[in-house]
């Protein structure tokens, strides 16, 4: 078990490429992009500015706003995700897109991934938009029609408390967890329901 930040690492190391670029933080790491960015595109300072936010709203919610609804600047941002890891730097959440990548690029991974290994994903109710897209990509590969039998591909268990939500701040919506069936595409006898009634952390009048 482990997190999903630390899963995306691990099918980058074991799939994708074995290097391991040092992690930075995110704001440094946009203004990283958005320079690079700006010197392919000739971006003025305002457009800049307006990028480094759409940017931060694309890497936690995956909203694509006025810069990012342009195709040839999404594939220029995917090679200066590349050009950055080559010189040595990425951070979790792009790690995480580019594991999401290489799945729609190359469902078969995800296949090669599921037969070596289970999944199960604590804390789900604070998994983002990004984060979702991942764990569905692992478990159904290019299928996420859900057009293939359930035996296939049920290699998954979640954990969590819709209730207990603490990062929505960054992206996470506790609603990702109500609707995991339908993120699977499948009928409820597909997916076994246990509920945790018991609390072993406090003393009972707690």
């Given amino acids: 078990m482990t997190t999903i930040d630390a ?10 490429r074995s290097d391991y670029p040092t992690i930075v933080d ?4 946009v203004e990283m992009v958005v320079k690079r960015l700006a010197e392919i595109y000739a971006l003025s300072p ?8 759409e940017l931060g ?19 220029g941002l995917k090679g200066v995700h590349d050009d ?17 990548t290489y799945l729609e690029c190359f469902p078969y991974l995800a296949e090669e991934f599921r037969e070596r290994f289970y ?24 299928d996420l029609n859900g057009n293939r039998p359930v035996e296939n591909w049920r290699r998954i268990t979640v954990v969590g408390d819709d209730d207990q939500s603490i990062y929505e701040f960054r992206g996470a919506d506790p609603a990702i967890m109500k609707s995991f069936q339908q993120h699977l595409k499948i009928d409820l006898h597909g997916i ?9 952390r406090t003393i009972q009048p707690m």
């Fill in 192 to 200: 076994r329901f246990v509920t945790l009634g018991t609390n072993y």
């Fill in 26 to 29: 995110d704001e440094a790491y």
């Fill in 7 to 16: 899963l995306a690492a691990f099918f980058c190391n074991v799939l994708v």
């Fill in 46 to 53: 305002p457009d800049c500015k307006e990028l480094g936010a």
């Fill in 119 to 142: 999944l199960l994903v604590d804390e789900y109710q604070d998994v983002d938009p990004w984060q979702v897209n991942f764990i569905m990509r692992l478990v159904m590969g290019g």
């Fill in 84 to 100: 950055l890891w080559d010189d040595g730097y990425c951070t979790h959440r792009v790690r995480l897109i580019i594991a999401v």
């Fill in 57 to 75: 709203l694309f890497y936690w919610k995956m909203h694509h706003g006025r810069f990012l609804r342009r195709e040839e600047l999404r594939v």
